[in-house]
């Protein structure tokens, strides 16, 4: 017998469990239209800031993993123009490509875009570290933060960080090495020296141990069963948390707060209620600057050595400002100093055009906390917002011919001196030159 659904008599037929099957596809059927309906259906409001949002609730995710991101970003930017809408991993977003606008987003109206991280990111880091807040909270620890990176701060440890490159350099003699794990090593060990003044302390072997274990963990799935690298990492962090508050507690016991971050945070109080900062807000914030400070630092030193060798005249350039530094230091039977630092101009600029060029951090995320007007679009509350610091730094209207690997373009001024991106890099660069700047020195010098 043929079955026809709008028989009425059509079900009784069937056995229950079949009946089911049909029923429950029924359902998600028209649950799927539903959802189209309701996609395309849904009011459009004019002031949403152009672009296309996709397939329902895919988006552009396929696409954004299938194309080139440069293109990607690009081919949007040319049709939409510096401020448009997309879809990407279940989330309504608007790409930011101009540099007032990223730091409308980042600076001016920084309160009405809140940073937006995956849980398992803020467990693993501490929720207390800087990363996951706004206001007051915020500003302190940022300024507490950029004291540690003043050059104050920092020049004093100009000769452990040419220590640290003098152990390392004969590890890579006639060895062929993965150049970025080395460069992690050494960016690892600086960031340890400025985050506590000293790589001396007997902890600092277990400290950086329990970083690795955390470290490996930290782009894993957040499955948290006992044998997942993401407990594991969990694991570690419970305790890198407890090795780092008996440090806090010895510094405070014994009335020295010590160098580094470490010391600038255990002596930090608020003007008026003099509140000390608590050792959970300290060691979160302490695990945070290591997190920020070494995978960049290292990507940046891999790109300088990858375009240094690719440009074999710029290469011999900056050897020829290296020796010369060098020689001054053999000649004064010294080691380098923050002084010797400041004179390298060359080596600077190559530093700047990898940091445009490379753009290690593509973008970043906020999600606007209310409705928001900005620049005559409205971006609704819960939209992600991104500003793309790479489409800033090779838009070609800030920087001619921007694909060209190109140090010369900074002996004038950029004219990005507005953007974001920028701000961040000058707020950062005494400090993370410092990084930077020493190794290849000690590269090119020894
Ligand atoms: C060349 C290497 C670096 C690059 C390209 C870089 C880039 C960035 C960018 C783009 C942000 C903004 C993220 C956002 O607001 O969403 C950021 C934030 C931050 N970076 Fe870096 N960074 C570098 C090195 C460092 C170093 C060496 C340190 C510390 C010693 C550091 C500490 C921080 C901190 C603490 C923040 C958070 C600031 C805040 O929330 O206001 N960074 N970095």
Redesign the pocket.
């Known amino acids: 017998m043929q079955l026809s659904l709008s028989s009425p008599f059509a079900l009784a037929t069937l056995g229950y469990s079949q009946a089911a099957i049909l029923m429950v596809l029924a359902l998600l059927c028209s649950f799927l239209l539903l959802l189209l309906f309701l996609q395309w259906h849904r009011p459009r409001d004019k002031r949403l800031p152009p672009g296309s949002m996709g397939w329902p609730y895919v988006g552009e995710t396929l696409k954004l993993y299938t194309e080139n991101p440069n293109s990607f970003f690009s081919n949007r930017q040319k049709r939409f123009g510096d401020i448009f809408k997309t879809h990407i991993l279940g989330c309504p977003c608007v790409m930011i490509s101009s540099p007032e606008a990223a730091r409308t987003v ?1 600076v001016t109206r920084a309160h009405l875009f809140k ?1 937006t991280y995956p849980t398992s990111k803020e467990k693993m880091i501490g929720p207390e570290a ?2 996951f807040h706004q206001g007051s909270y ?1 500003s302190r620890l ?1 300024k507490l ?1 950029q004291a540690s ?1 003043l050059p104050s701060a920092i020049r004093g440890s100009v000769s452990q960080i040419e220590q640290i490159v003098l152990e390392l350099l004969p590890t890579w003699k006639s060895n062929t090495i993965n150049t970025l794990q080395e460069m992690k090593r050494y960016a690892f060990d600086v ?1 340890m020296i ?1 985050a506590f003044g000293s790589k001396q302390d007997l902890e600092m072997e277990g400290i950086k141990h329990l970083y690795r274990c955390l470290e490996k963990g930290y782009n894993s799935m957040p499955l948290d069963f006992p044998g997942t690298p993401f407990h594991k990492a969990m694991k570690a962090r419970k305790l890198l948390d407890e090795k780092l508050r008996s440090l806090i507690q010895k510094r405070r016991q014994s009335g020295r707060h010590g160098g580094g971050l470490l010391g600038i945070l255990l002596g930090a109080k608020e003007h008026v209620k003099l509140n000390q900062l608590s050792d959970s807000q300290i060691a979160d914030n302490i695990i ?2 290591i997190f ?2 070494q995978d ?2 290292a990507s ?1 030193l891999t790109w300088i050595l990858k375009y240094l060798h690719d440009n074999q005249d710029l290469l011999e350039a900056v050897t020829r400002e290296q020796e010369g530094i060098r020689s001054k230091i053999v000649e004064a039977n010294r080691g380098l100093t923050w002084e010797d630092t400041r004179r390298m101009p060359l080596t600077n600029r190559v530093i700047q055009e990898t ?1 445009r060029t490379a753009s ?2 593509s973008f ?2 906020r999600e606007a906390v209310q409705d928001v007007e900005f620049e005559g679009y409205l971006i609704p509350k819960g939209w992600k917002v991104l500003p793309l ?1 790479r489409s800033i730094h090779h838009c070609a209207d800030f920087f001619p011919q921007p694909e060209k690997f190109d140090p010369s373009r900074f002996e004038v001024r950029a004219r990005m001196i507005n953007s974001l ?1 920028y701000v ?1 890099l000058a707020t ?1 660069q005494k ?2 030159y410092a ?2 700047c020493r190794l290849p020195v000690m590269l090119l010098s020894h």
């Open positions: 980042l940073p800087l990363f915020h940022k933060v990176l960031a400025s945070g600057v920020a400070a960049t630092t940046v940091l290690i951090l970043t995320f610091f991106a961040h950062y400090h993370t990084h930077v």
